[in-house]
């Protein structure tokens, strides 16, 4: 079983629908990234959190240390949202390499116009 | 300012073949990370590097691989032999150095490798 596991590993939305991913962990972090991947580009990072909430856009992260879980959402989700959205966290036994991630599988998300 | 560039984009090799993928990180970005996503399965770390030193190659898979970064600069990772599971795509990331800085990361387009 990995470290970081998320769901669900697919999703399609109708265009304008809220959009939930969750990702769950097993390990102590210090951190949490969440990560987007458009097909054939490379990879852009879109939050990092380590308590709280953040929000960028029509995108907002939340994460509860306690439960270990973090959520991603998209408000209004729009056809160009489509892409796999990944879940890494850094494990304090990862030391001073604050890139040292554990990454999750991927949702891959398709929004239809 | 220019974003992390990885070269070649695609390579398709022959097994037992030697290939060197580089990572130009952002100017000025001390700390530069390997990753690797094979086939159907999650990104792994393979190894990071502060400056020119390798602070942390756990994640390196055997000695087939080798990793260097003279200069502080780019940095190279050679796959010698390459083998077919070596095959999927190999990211490269960069972020400052400093504490608040460190976990700010930015990652290249990736290079895709086949070996058959």
């Known amino acids: 079983k990995n470290e970081v596991e998320q769901s669900p590993q697919n999703l399609t939305a109708q265009e304008g629908e809220f959009i939930t991913i969750n990702c769950s962990y097993s390990?102590?972090?210090?951190?949490l990234h969440w990560l987007q991947q458009h097909p054939g580009g490379g990879i852009v990072s879109l939050f990092m959190l380590s308590s709280g909430k953040k929000k960028h856009g029509r995108l907002i992260a939340t994460i509860n240390i306690q439960e270990k879980h973090s959520s991603l959402h998209i408000t209004a989700s729009h056809p160009r949202d489509s892409a796999v959205y990944i879940c890494a966290v850094r494990p304090w036994a990862g030391g001073t390499s604050y890139g040292k991630l554990t990454f999750g599988q991927g949702t891959i998300l398709t929004v239809h116009p | 300012e220019a974003g992390v560039t990885q070269f070649p984009s695609h390579s398709v090799i022959e097994k037992g073949q030697t290939v060197t993928l580089r990572c130009d990180p952002i100017s000025g970005h001390d700390n530069l990370y390997w990753y690797r996503r094979v086939m159907g399965k999650e990104i792994k770390f393979l190894l990071h590097f502060v400056k020119e030193s390798k602070q942390d190659e756990s994640g390196m898979p055997n000695n087939r691989f080798l990793a260097e970064r003279t200069g502080g600069t780019y940095s190279t990772l050679k796959v010698q032999p390459a083998e077919l599971e070596d095959s999927g795509v190999y990211f490269c990331?960069?972020?400052?150095?400093?504490?608040?800085?460190?976990?700010?990361?930015?990652f290249g387009e990736g290079s895709r490798l086949t070996v058959l």
């Open positions: 390990v102590g972090i210090s951190a």
């Open positions: 990331a960069s972020s400052q150095a400093g504490l608040m800085r460190a976990g700010e990361l930015f």
